[in-house]
């Protein structure tokens, strides 16, 4: 993505509307270009175009959680992506990190296979000639787009990975957290078909708690984060044996 769509989005976010003809003048470009750059960014899942404005989506979309630090997200993305090679079968989790490391694989490895149960993440990367995706069935989530339910058991039980990567809503000092107690259940059938559980997240959730339990920090291998974490964080987690890679804004 171009750096001019990633200013686009955080002004976006920042300022929940804002009309075409700002963007224009803040981004030093000309009207046409700007719709165009909102075209693509709605083609995304990433805003909503309304008449001369741009807009956020519905907080609770997964197309929000995307957007929302976006340059932060795909840099965390990059960097898990650099731990995956051609002809690997990967498990990938819903959430925004997860979407990009879903298309940073679809675009840039050969012959990538990822089991997911988000239907956002098979539509997100539908084009890229290069991922093969399984999409566990189960009950489908409006706003967030996964399959949820027993059904997934029923779906995963044939498949055994190397890698699960997994997106969380916070975290506390007995392990990683999520919004939603469905989704949380279905993160959990699916760990236990890895070898190896890795969360990707911004450091931003690391102060925010969640509402029920995803994993419990014995589960986990690895955090892909950015350089912004606070040091008693990290250290919990280094203390229960997890890897922490972080990113910085600077590559």
């Not at 769509?5 to 470009?29: D, G, M, P, S, Y």
């Not at 559980?197 to 014995?218: D, M």
Request: proline share 2%; aromatic share 6%.
């Amino acid at each position: 993505m171009h750096m001019r769509h990633t200013r686009l989005l955080n002004i976006v976010n920042r300022r929940k509307r804002v009309a075409v003809t700002e963007l224009a003048q803040e981004l030093e470009v000309s009207e046409v270009t700007i719709r165009k750059d909102l075209n693509l960014l709605e083609q995304k899942g990433l805003l909503r175009r309304e008449h001369g404005f741009a807009a956020m989506i519905a907080s609770d979309d997964i197309g929000n959680h995307l957007s929302f630090n976006y340059d932060w997200k795909r840099r965390i993305a990059h960097r898990a992506a650099e731990t995956i090679h051609n002809g690997e079968t990967v498990m990938i989790e819903s959430g925004g990190c997860c979407a990009l490391l879903a298309e940073e694989l679809a675009g840039n490895r050969r012959d990538i296979t990822i089991i997911t149960n988000s239907a956002f993440i098979a539509g997100y990367i539908r084009k890229q000639p290069n991922a093969h995706v399984i999409l566990l069935g189960g009950e489908y989530q409006n706003e967030s787009q996964v399959m949820v339910g027993p059904m997934i058991q029923t779906c995963i039980r044939n498949f055994y990975v190397n890698k699960f990567f997994i997106g969380i809503d916070g975290w506390n000092q007995a392990g990683f957290m999520s919004n939603d107690l469905m989704r949380a259940e279905a993160a959990r059938t699916m760990a236990e078909h890895a070898q190896q559980n890795i969360i990707l997240t911004e450091s931003a959730k690391f102060q925010q708690t969640g509402v029920v339990p995803l994993l419990p920090l014995e589960r986990i291998a690895s955090v892909y984060t950015d350089d912004q974490a606070d040091r008693s964080s990290l250290n919990r987690m280094n203390s229960h044996g997890i890897h922490i890679y972080p990113v910085s804004s600077e590559h």
